[in-house]
């Protein structure tokens, strides 16, 4: 029998290493001081999102999954308007065109072109485009991002990881019955706001309703998109 291909799971960071029992089927790592990131949180045409604020960057950008994904972007034609962008490591990246969008951070609103980018691991980005005019400030003393003189609180790293996930397995996998195997999973948030999961803590499964192939923890943490999960494969009933 093929294993379930897809599940759903709670996650988040290690707060402090507690005991826990045998069946709470967790995965727990030493945990690392939390630092404040070069991320706020906004919305783009309503909808909840992390912006990654980037003096590095000359143009905003948005990507074609977050688009496609807010119904107003969706049906909202793209203009013309193609930038020669790359990557920090000179890769050219894939622009489809411009939108201009409604941009909210903390009380203040903007409408602001973004450009939007196919193959992003970003969901939003603020470039200089944005930055500049705006006097813009990453006051990483205070951690906020000074927009004139309204502060927008900076995010941790445990803020950017999602409360839920999506599971799938990374290739096809047979667990034969009342058998247990480690399998190699890629690990996708569920909501458009959140970036791939790459995180130290732990997940742990959210089971709506029984079925044979139950996910027990997960072995390694988190790392671009993809961790190792140890399967079970049980008798319903049980």
């Known amino acids: ?16 290493e507690t005991a826990t029992s045998p069946t709470t ?14 991320y706020v949180r906004g919305s783009i045409e309503g909808t909840e999102v992390n912006i990654l604020v980037d003096s590095g960057a000359t143009e905003s950008f948005i990507s074609a999954d977050f688009r496609k994904s807010v119904p107003v972007l969706h049906k909202r034609p793209l203009k013309v308007d193609f930038v020669a962008a790359r990557a920090v490591n000179g890769q050219m990246l894939d622009t489809l065109g411009t939108i201009t969008a409604t941009l909210h951070l903390g009380n203040n609103s903007w409408q602001h072109v973004f450009h939007v980018l196919r ?28 927009l004139w003189d309204a502060g927008v609180p900076l995010l941790c790293d445990k803020d950017l990881i999602p409360e ?16 247990e195997m480690l399998v190699l999973v890629c690990v996708s948030p569920t909501r458009p706001m959140d970036r791939s999961p790459d995180f130290v803590g732990y997940l742990k499964p959210n089971i709506q309703n029984k079925c044979e192939c139950v996910v027990a923890h997960a072995v390694t943490s988190v790392k671009e998109g993809t961790t190792v999960l140890f399967f079970l494969r049980r008798l319903l009933g049980e």
Not at 3 to 10: D, E, H, K
Not at 25 to 38: A, G, I, M, W, Y
Not at 164 to 179: G, M, Q, W
């Open 1 to 16: 029998m093929a294993a379930q291909t897809s599940a759903t799971f709670l996650m988040g960071p290690l707060e402090e």
């Open 25 to 38: 089927n967790t995965l727990t790592q030493d945990t690392k001081e939390q630092q404040h990131t070069s």
């Open 119 to 146: 193959g992003s691991t970003q969901t939003a980005l603020l470039g200089l485009d944005f930055l500049v005019p705006n006097r813009a400030l990453l006051d990483y003393a205070h951690d906020v991002l000074q």
């Open 164 to 179: 839920c996930c999506n599971v799938s397995i990374a290739t096809a996998t047979t667990l034969p019955p009342l058998s």
